[in-house]
């Protein structure tokens, strides 16, 4: 079952910041949250993940709550490439095995308009 | 350096059939996972594999499904019999030991009809 919520659709002007929601609010301490884009026909691609600090990469900022029940993911100047479905994912370990698996969520499907 | 890819891209066979659905990882990546999305739902994870040994197939469905991964490099996963229901899309990603991200392959779109 998804531990995640997000908005189903959200439009964006090319060159504006584009700011992705979600909620976890059922989140364990020591899962992470990870967030991952597919552009059409392709697979999922990873943006970036955070525990608790907010994260910054050359792809996004990953803004997390202090109570780490939901999360930003910001994409600074959308461009029309940024057209994506994005999936907000928590990442669970599986602590028999020492492995982990990802749990997604339904995705936002970002439109960036010219 | 290649990515994850998987074989076929696109599969369409009839209830009842049996079809086989393969994955080449990241060379040299130990763990590979495969996960689905079906119709309106959500990707959700199948199973994970460390070399050749099955690590967690907690996701899947039910025994019709069986993923092997024979040496630890390529891995199957093969649906008999195929059910309507099991149309979707199936990925697979890997990723080496301690690695913060999986890289997912683009996905063979399974179509039972």
């Known amino acids: 079952d998804a531990k995640t919520t997000q908005p189903t659709s959200m439009d964006c002007a090319e060159g504006r910041a584009a700011n992705l929601p979600c909620n976890h609010s059922?989140?364990?301490?020591?899962?992470?949250v990870y967030w991952y884009r597919q552009i059409h026909s392709q697979g999922p691609q990873y943006i970036i993940h955070?525990?608790?600090n907010n994260e910054t990469n050359e792809m996004a900022s990953l803004i997390i709550t202090e109570d780490r029940k939901s999360s930003t993911l910001i994409l600074p100047h959308a461009t029309l490439r940024d057209t994506a479905v994005y999936y907000c994912?928590?990442?669970?370990?599986?602590?028999?095995?020492?492995?982990?698996?990802?749990?997604f969520g339904t995705g936002t499907r970002l439109k960036v308009l010219a | 350096e290649a990515g994850v890819t998987q074989f076929p891209s696109h599969s369409v066979i009839e209830k009842g059939q049996t079809v086989t659905l393969r994955c080449d990882p990241i060379?040299?990546?130990?763990?590979l996972y495969w996960y689905r999305r079906v119709m309106g739902k959500e990707i959700k994870f199948l199973l994970h594999?460390?070399?050749?040994?099955?690590?967690?197939e907690s996701g899947m469905p039910n025994n019709r499904f069986l993923a092997e991964r024979t040496g630890g490099t390529y891995s199957t996963l093969k649906v008999q019999p195929a059910e309507l229901e099991d149309s979707g899309v199936y990925f697979c990603?890997?990723?080496?030991?301690?690695?913060?991200?999986?890289?997912f392959g683009q996905g063979t779109r399974l179509t039972v009809v």
């Open positions: 059922t989140i364990s301490g020591n899962e992470y």
């Open positions: 990603a890997s990723s080496d030991q301690g690695a913060v991200e999986a890289f």
């Open positions: 060379s040299g990546h130990d763990n």
């Open positions: 955070g525990l608790k």
């Open positions: 994912i928590v990442r669970v370990d599986v602590v028999t095995s020492g492995t982990y698996k990802y749990i």
């Open positions: 594999f460390v070399k050749e040994s099955k690590q967690d």
